[in-house]
């Protein structure tokens, strides 16, 4: 009998060195992807990296509407 393990659109990676907050875009392990929970330095943490369309506050950063950014 087979059982879900993962639905392929989380995965756990290392927090990094400062920590992280919940819901903040971070790029850990080589993946890219939002938190899903607050971790410190070293912990393991969850993060979200399904294919969707995410609204972030990336403070004051000029382009046009619906310009992609790409964040690192």
């Known amino acids: 009998m087979a059982h879900?393990?993962?639905d392929g659109k989380a995965i756990?990676?290392?927090a990094p060195d400062a920590g992280?907050?919940?819901g903040v875009f971070i790029l850990?392990?080589?993946f890219h992807g939002i938190t899903m929970a607050k971790a410190a330095s070293g912990e393991?943490?969850?993060i979200e990296i399904a294919q969707r369309v995410w609204?972030?506050?990336?403070g004051s950063v000029t382009?046009?509407?619906g310009a992609?950014?790409?964040l690192s």
């Open 4 to 6: 879900l393990y993962s």
């Open 12 to 14: 756990d990676v290392t």
């Open 20 to 22: 992280v907050e919940k």
């Open 28 to 30: 850990a392990d080589g």
């Open 44 to 46: 393991t943490v969850a």
């Open 55 to 58: 609204r972030l506050n990336v």
């Open 63 to 65: 382009a046009a509407k």
């Open 68 to 70: 992609i950014l790409y």
